[in-house]
């Protein structure tokens, strides 16, 4: 079982950039995922959930409006689109999968089955 986060790196303030989550390993399309941020010093902020079957997506304020969550059940594979970067938007990145509706995507207590390793976007000039 592995997910295996891609598409960070180093960008300038207002630019763009599509993270990747590509799972393996079990079956993608039964399980909702979520995108993660932890930045240096801080606690890991849950930003954007998409339930299986793409019914409904959601998104924590601090992204709302800028970030677009999806995912290709075809290809194991969801996206994070993430629009007129910030410096507060730098961070490592992480996807998580959950197979249970259970508790808020949100929440910190909430279980997720799998974990990615991350990936590391900056926003600096």
């Known amino acids: 079982v592995q997910l295996v986060e891609s598409g960070g790196g180093l960008v300038q303030p207002g630019r763009s950039l599509n993270l990747s989550c590509l799972a393996s390993?079990?079956?993608?399309?039964?399980?909702?995922i979520g995108w993660f941020r932890q930045a240096p010093g801080k606690e890991r902020e849950a930003i954007s959930y998409?339930?299986?079957?793409?019914?409904?997506?959601y998104y924590a304020d601090s992204v709302k409006g800028r970030f677009t969550i999806s995912r290709d059940d075809a290809k194991y594979t969801a996206y994070l689109q993430m629009e007129s970067l910030q410096p507060a938007d730098t961070a490592v990145y992480y996807c998580a999968a959950r197979s249970s509706d259970l508790g808020p995507w949100y929440s910190p207590r909430t279980y997720y089955d799998y974990w990615g390793q991350g990936t590391r976007v900056t926003v600096s000039t």
């Open positions: 998409i339930t299986n079957r793409e019914v409904q997506k």
């Open positions: 390993g079990f079956d993608f399309d039964w399980y909702g």
